[in-house]
């Protein structure tokens, strides 16, 4: 039995100690989470400071504005759905539009019919300005599609019409109820 008591005298001791030596047990400070949040920061910061350095903006380069309602409506606009429309005007379908080739020498993107219907457009608004057939077009013209656009076509339109005289281009989104 006296061993039996010796075993409870020993853990009874073992425990005094351990509460005694608590105060100085090590703990552990996990700094990875706080090193990574660091690099981070450093990162982010480093790397919104050369954006802006990278990017400036030219001299002569006109920033887009957003505009809605009426001033939208005064535009010209060349709609892209099914079909090409200038001014609400059917100028050719779209998938034909698409697979079309250039007949401009050196202007692979060129879409004859829209080009052809553009330059009408421009000549009439020319003469009515009074102004030299070869001078260049300020008055806008916005191209308006829906998410559906391919950027292939894009291009060969935005191309198109600043062949054709249109140098003030803007990007119009079609609402889901106005797609034709």
Known sequence: ???RGGGRARAARESRRAGMFAKFKIT????VPLVDTFVSVVF???????VGELAPVAAGVTLPESHVGNYALQ???LGVGRELTL???LVIGTAEAAALPSTMPGQ???IPPLYAALRAKADSMRAALGRPADEELKAPL???ADHT???DLLSRLMQTARIAGFTNISLQVRRADDAT
Do not use: C, K, S
């Open 1 to 3: 039995m006296a061993r």
């Open 28 to 31: 552990e400070i996990n700094l």
């Open 149 to 151: 656009m391919r950027y």
């Open 44 to 50: 982010f910061a480093l790397t919104t400071i050369t």
């Open 108 to 110: 692979p993107l060129v």
């Open 142 to 144: 916005a191209i308006q």
């Open 87 to 89: 001014g609400g005007h």
């Open 75 to 77: 535009q010209l606009t």
